[in-house]
């Protein structure tokens, strides 16, 4: 790739991208899991015109860009550029935002752009607001050194952070205008340190749900009926001791295991080797709080093929100067199980419902409630030659440092739906989100550098692409 591409992306970032990528992190267009109110609120509708409007303004040669809003979706923008040749590269992104999530640093704020040296802090920088800005400097970088690529199809989600449940509607009714892509880039992902291009070989899956259990029809003093009826906690946590070891956090299901690949293993091995300590130190501890586990790449692999446990949210609790002496009628408990790549959502979400709900304790009143809902993982198909050529030289020429391939914990729904629609296509999955970037958590920052690289390793595989043989 020719050097003046990367001094074009430098200087095309700091003078058109940033203005623009800074105003939409002002906007608290929330995924529509958080906000129900989307519609009436708007904010959605002002972050699809601001990124709308910003592309337009590039100018580039016979590029369409349609917004579409399928009845009671959310909307989607598609951006249609024409190339050299048919053949198609969809570049794929979202614009939906995580909550707030407070506190953020004195001085930050998730609707408060700020760039403090290298970072640009701010709700949706990393997540997933610079990605069609990267996907768009790739292109516009390759037009204007005149550098032959194939048809690109920018295609910008509104719904991914909810689990994408409006896509497949999309999918299916623009299929004619997205083809059949030989490659998907898609620049919503991870990457284990600032210093390399980091390729995500693997995606969990994901399966949430509310656990309830009741005891009374309402509270009652504590005093007078503890001993008496028990507690809804207490129930709670005997119900979870049945799918998680409370003592190491295995979980206990076979539904929610899979096997894990040799290869996977041996890329595990060199992630490991490449970031030491800074598997786990990337993470905001408190003071002498430990990992679970030294062993490296077994971290490694846990964040990427074991299943996982969190309690994200509660409701059945007062706050606490509203916590008076009563036994609490109910808890519900919102839990969040991150499967393997390769297990399958709906079994593993069966067999939840029915582990937890067998035989209550004490005859409680208990419910699972996911809806039914999963998130399929994702495990990448065998890179073409080319493809690792071009990735490991993209790397090399950006960063000056090898290429590393990495399984990422979090879940993209889109790579498993567009895996089995296109099974003959290639894969690029790659981000942004790095040490202590902390998307979903307060002070979320793009490291600007970064994105500012990988903006130029999409245009060299997007020219490499076009020159691929047969």
């Given at each position: 790739?020719p050097s ?5 992306i430098?200087?095309?970032w700091?003078e058109?991208?940033l203005?623009a990528?800074?105003e ?15 519609r ?5 509708d002002?972050a699809v015109?601001?990124?709308a409007a910003?592309?337009?303004r590039?100018?580039?040669a ?6 579409f ?5 959310t ?6 550029v024409?190339g050299?040749t ?11 935002k995580?909550?707030p ?6 001085g930050?704020?998730p609707w408060t752009?700020v760039i403090?040296g290298?970072?640009?802090y ?8 610079y990605?069609?800005?990267a996907?768009?400097t790739?292109?516009?970088a390759?037009a204007r050194q ?7 199809v920018?295609?910008i989600?509104?719904c ?7 896509l497949p509607d999309y999918?299916?009714a623009l299929k ?5 892509p030989?490659l998907v880039?898609?620049l ?5 340190d600032?210093e390399?291009?980091w390729?995500t070989?693997s995606?969990r899956?994901l399966?949430?749900?509310?656990l309830?259990v009741?005891t009374l029809t309402?509270?009652?003093h ?10 809804s906690?207490r129930?709670a ?7 998680e ?6 979980i206990?299901?076979p539904?929610?295991?899979?096997e894990?690949?040799e290869?996977?293993?041996q890329?595990?091995?060199v992630t490991?080797?490449?970031l ?7 993470f ?7 990992p679970k586990g030294?062993e490296l790449r077994?971290?490694?692999?846990n964040?990427a ?8 949210g509660a409701?059945g609790f007062?706050?606490l100067?509203r ?8 808890t519900?408990l919102r839990?969040?199980f991150r499967?393997p790549?390769?297990?399958d ?17 004490h005859?409680?009143k208990?419910?699972f409630?996911s809806?039914?809902?999963?998130a399929?993982?994702w495990n990448?198909?065998p890179t ?5 050529k071009s990735?490991?030289e993209?790397s ?16 993209i729904?889109?790579m ?5 629609q296109f099974?003959?296509?290639?894969f690029l999955?790659?981000g ?6 902390n998307?979903?958590g307060?002070?979320?920052f ?7 690289k990988?903006s130029?390793?999409?245009a060299?595989?997007?020219a490499?692409?076009?020159r691929?043989?047969g």
């Amino acid at each position: 790739m020719p050097s003046n591409v990367s001094g074009f992306i430098d200087s095309f970032w700091d003078e058109q991208v940033l203005p623009a990528l800074t105003e939409y992190i002002t906007i608290p267009n929330q995924s529509p899991a958080f906000d129900r109110e989307w519609r009436r609120h708007g904010h959605m509708d002002r972050a699809v015109d601001l990124i709308a409007a910003w592309v337009k303004r590039q100018a580039i040669a016979g590029m369409k860009l349609e917004v579409f809003c399928l009845q009671e979706r959310t909307p989607l923008i598609l951006i249609d550029v024409p190339g050299k040749t048919d053949d198609t590269v969809l570049l794929y992104g979202h614009l939906d935002k995580q909550p707030p999530m407070e506190p953020w640093r004195d001085g930050l704020g998730p609707w408060t752009p700020v760039i403090d040296g290298d970072r640009l802090y701010g709700r949706g920088s990393a997540d997933d607001g610079y990605a069609v800005f990267a996907a768009i400097t790739a292109i516009v970088a390759l037009a204007r050194q005149q550098i032959p690529h194939a048809r690109c199809v920018v295609l910008i989600e509104a719904c991914e952070e909810s689990g994408s449940f409006d896509l497949p509607d999309y999918i299916d009714a623009l299929k004619e205008d997205i083809g059949q892509p030989s490659l998907v880039i898609c620049l919503d992902s991870g990457c284990g340190d600032y210093e390399r291009l980091w390729v995500t070989t693997s995606l969990r899956g994901l399966v949430s749900g509310d656990l309830t259990v009741s005891t009374l029809t309402e509270g009652v003093h504590s005093g007078n009926a503890g001993g008496i009826v028990p507690s809804s906690f207490r129930i709670a946590r005997q119900l979870l001791d049945r799918v998680e070891d409370s003592a190491s956090g295995a979980i206990k299901l076979p539904e929610l295991a899979a096997e894990i690949p040799e290869e996977r293993i041996q890329q595990a091995a060199v992630t490991a080797e490449i970031l030491g300590t800074r598997v786990y130190k990337e993470f905001p501890f408190q003071a002498g709080c430990e990992p679970k586990g030294s062993e490296l790449r077994e971290l490694v692999l846990n964040r990427a093929w074991r299943p996982q446990l969190e309690v994200t949210g509660a409701d059945g609790f007062p706050p606490l100067e509203r916590a008076g002496n009563v036994l609490r009628p109910h808890t519900t408990l919102r839990l969040s199980f991150r499967l393997p790549p390769t297990a399958d959502p709906l079994a593993a979400g069966a067999a939840i419902k029915r582990v937890l709900e067998k035989d209550p304790p004490h005859g409680a009143k208990v419910a699972f409630s996911s809806d039914g809902w999963g998130a399929s993982g994702w495990n990448a198909p065998p890179t073409a030659p080319w493809l690792a050529k071009s990735i490991r030289e993209a790397s090399l020429d950006s960063f000056g440092a090898e290429v590393c391939y990495m399984g990422e914990g979090g879940t993209i729904p889109f790579m498993a739906m567009l895996g089995e629609q296109f099974p003959q296509a290639q894969f690029l999955i790659t981000g942004v989100l790095g040490p202590q970037s902390n998307a979903h958590g307060p002070n979320e920052f793009l490291h600007i550098p970064m994105a500012k690289k990988l903006s130029g390793c999409v245009a060299r595989v997007l020219a490499d692409h076009y020159r691929r043989p047969g």
